[in-house]
């Protein structure tokens, strides 16, 4: 019993290389941005206020959108806790005030 607990850790260790090729291969990017900075199909992704646990359920039954649900068949828990690390690897967006186009 001491070994499983021991282990579990491991098990859901997050892996942020694998979540950036599940971001592209999911094509999260589209609605999202490259770097989870939001748009008009899709949620800011960068510095989340989600823990990995709502991010999950987000993931699984998201509200009324354009956004489809990702099941345990299409996004298993490892690969959504991957997903979730490489999100929280995104820098946070530039202020407003620094973007040029915006200052005009």
């Given amino acids: 019993m001491w070994i499983v607990l021991l282990t579990l850790p491991a098990m859901w260790a997050q892996n942020t290389a694998n ?3 599940l971001f592209e291969a ?3 990017y589209e609605c999202h941005g490259w ?3 939001g748009g008009l199909a899709g949620a800011r992704l960068a510095q989340t206020k989600l823990t990995l646990q709502g991010f ?8 009324p959108s354009n956004m489809p649900p990702y099941r345990a068949a299409v996004l298993t828990d490892q690969e959504v806790a991957d997903l979730f690390a490489y999100i929280q690897s995104f820098p946070a967006p530039e202020p407003a005030k620094n973007i040029p186009l915006l200052k005009d």
């Fill in 19 to 21: 979540g950036k090729k």
């Fill in 56 to 63: 999950r359920n987000v993931l699984r039954n998201p509200p």
């Fill in 26 to 28: 999911k094509a999260c």
């Fill in 35 to 37: 770097r989870g900075q």
